[in-house]
């Protein structure tokens, strides 16, 4: 199993990006696909989650202006990042596990190798 994340990069506060992230080597379903980030001397922490394609979870902290989607014909997630600020500047990583929502990063099987995000002020 491999997940490939994509779409990070360097933009200016309130600006947007999109990541993505492909997962390969089986079919996703009907896991829970998430995405979490890691800041400097900060602990991953958990971002967004989307479980079979239906039921979708957010941190509070990107509650409004951060949007999980996926195609499961695709095996892959999105995360649509709007109004983006300089506390969102972190690694983004997917992840996936086998059953329902979780934010605890102990709790998924597969992670993908991380993209960084860059916010400017």
């Known amino acids: 199993v491999q997940l490939q994340a994509s779409g990070g990069g360097l933009v200016q506060a309130g600006g947007s990006l999109r990541l993505s992230c492909a997962a390969s080597g089986r079919t996703f379903g009907t896991y829970t696909m998430s995405w979490f980030r890691q800041a400097p001397g900060k602990e991953r922490e958990f971002v967004s989650g989307s479980w079979n394609g239906v039921t979708t979870y957010y941190a509070d902290s990107v509650k409004g202006r951060f949007t999980i989607s996926r195609d499961n014909a695709k095996n892959t997630v999105y995360l649509q990042m709007n109004s983006l600020k300089p506390e969102d500047t972190a690694v983004y990583y997917c992840?996936?596990?086998?059953?329902?929502?979780?934010?605890?990063?102990?709790?998924?099987?597969?992670w993908g190798q991380g993209t960084q995000v860059t916010v400017s002020s």
């Open positions: 992840a996936v596990r086998r059953f329902t929502m979780s934010t605890q990063p102990s709790e998924y099987d597969y």
